[in-house]
């Protein structure tokens, strides 16, 4: 098993990616706390692995919430006396109230930033001191394609998903020293209930053309961005730190 005696917190772990990781770090010896503000979703997730013989709780968090955050860690070290790996996996997109930056309402923007930037600064703010504690691991963020190329007409989401990357940069060189590698991961275009959602909603969005012009020639799975997380969550990645690694069918190449 590749998380044999690790503790991880993965957030936004009700659905999509997150759940998907849940359920293989899991699977790998590792015990979760499933972060996420949905309840209904979260328990469901810890239902899961519980039926499949894991060990996971349940911690209900909005991650733009500091005091929640800091209450996230207290009860995961009192359940499992130590952390070792956060995957910083919650995220929102918005389309049609996230636009170009003149077409964004002001209350828009503050929540996609407080969600996406600032939960993913307070996880690390309350986690890596637990990490540390606990003589070392792994932070893994997520940034999007968004991040990375210009996407037009959520420059909410862009604006976060870009400073993830340098975020991820800096802390790499700042936590290195105290055993903490820092990781992030650039998934794109994955069957998820976050992308079935945004291609419905969203307007700008071809389907047709999107098959078209990417290299892979369809959406990705929530297996295929978990496994790369279970790799750089594992011993296998002990010298990658600072790294951005696409999971994206090639679509940043294009
Ligand atoms: N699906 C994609 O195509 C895609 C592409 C690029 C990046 N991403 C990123 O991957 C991550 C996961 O996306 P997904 O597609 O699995 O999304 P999803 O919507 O399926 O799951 C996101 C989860 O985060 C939870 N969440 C939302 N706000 C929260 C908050 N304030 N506190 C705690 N939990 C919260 C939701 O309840 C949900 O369970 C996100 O950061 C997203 O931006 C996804």
Known sequence: MRLKDK??????????????????FSREGARVAVVDNNAKKGEDTVSRIIENGGEAIFVQTDVSRS?????LFKITVEKYSAVHILYNNAGIFLPNQDRMVTGIAEETWDLVLNVNLKGTFLCCKYGIPEIIKSEGGVVINTSSSAGVIGVPNCDAYTATKGAIISLT??????????KVRVNCIVPTAIDTPMLNQSSKENLDFDEKKFFSTTPSGRYGTP?????MALFL?????SYC??????????ITIT
């Open 67 to 71: 005091e929640e955050v800091e209450k």
């Open 169 to 178: 940069r800096s802390m790499a060189v700042e936590y290195g020293p105290k």
């Open 233 to 237: 969550a594992s011993d296998e990645a």
């Open 223 to 227: 297996e295929e961005v978990a496994n």
């Open 241 to 250: 730190t600072g790294g951005i690694f696409v999971v994206d069918g090639g």
């Open 7 to 24: 503790v991880a917190v993965i957030t936004g772990a009700g659905s999509g990616i997150g759940r998907t990781a849940a359920l293989i």
